[in-house]
């Protein structure tokens, strides 16, 4: 009984870092219903295309979201998460906190992110 409750929180912790994918991807930046993230684009790579860099962008995080529900390779794409997360935040840090939400915090609830990640791509035992 205790190895199907701790798949049972797997599966939930998988689906919640899943949830940050789709939710951040196809809502915030392919629908434009937080345009902070195109001015965030728009101040690292340059406004001439920030909306398709941002929908790109968005869309990536919906392909990412569904590879993490798929739950294969998931030291892989645990790793590519931690990368995604931790460049894309270090880039805003210095180049646009202004934008962000919580300023230069937002770093913290990254990394916060990052081991949340770590812990469920390289420690938990999933499907």
């Known amino acids: 009984m205790k190895g199907s409750h701790s798949l049972v929180w797997a599966r939930l912790l998988r689906f919640g870092i899943a949830a940050v994918w789709l939710i951040n991807g196809l809502l915030c930046k392919v629908l434009h219903l937080v345009p ?3 001015a965030i684009v728009a101040r690292i790579l340059g406004p001439t295309h920030a909306g398709l860099l941002t929908q790109s962008i968005g869309v990536a995080e919906i392909a990412l979201g569904l590879w993490v529900l798929g739950g294969r390779n998931m ?6 998460q931690i990368a995604l997360v931790l460049v894309m935040n270090v880039l805003e840090f210095w180049l646009a906190p202004d934008l ?14 990052a081991v949340l990640v770590y812990y469920q791509g390289f420690i938990l035992k999933s499907d």
């Open 36 to 38: 902070r993230h195109e």
């Open 100 to 113: 962000l939400l919580w300023g230069r915090l937002n770093m913290g609830f990254a990394a916060e992110f």
């Open 75 to 80: 030291k892989l794409t645990a790793a590519v």
